[in-house]
C-alpha cells in the first residue's frame, strides 16, 4: 500500500510513476503549476524520499475530471 497524498487519500497506487518535469511536459504547463496541482490537492501523487512522483493513472483521472468539468 503506498500512501498518496492528495485526491483519494490513501490508497493503493501502481505505476508507472511520472516525474514532475515529464507530468508538465505531457499538460504543457510548466513543472511549478504541476507543484501546485499536488499542493492543492487536484494531483494525487507520491513521495519518494524528496521526490515527488505521479502514478499515470492519477494524471488520467485528473484529466477526465477536468474534462467533466468543462462538460458543464
Known sequence: MVQAEGVGSTRA???PFLTVREVAARLRV?????????EAGGLAH?????????AEADLTA????QRRKGKR
Do not use: F
Not at 510548466?30 to 499536488?38: A, K, N, R, W
Not at 507520491?46 to 505521479?54: D, L
Open 62 to 65: 485528473l484529466l477526465l475530471r
Open 46 to 54: 507520491v513521495r519518494v524520499s524528496n521526490a515527488i512522483r505521479v
Open 30 to 38: 510548466s513543472t511549478s503549476t504541476v507543484y501546485d496541482l499536488c
Open 13 to 15: 497506487t501502481v505505476g
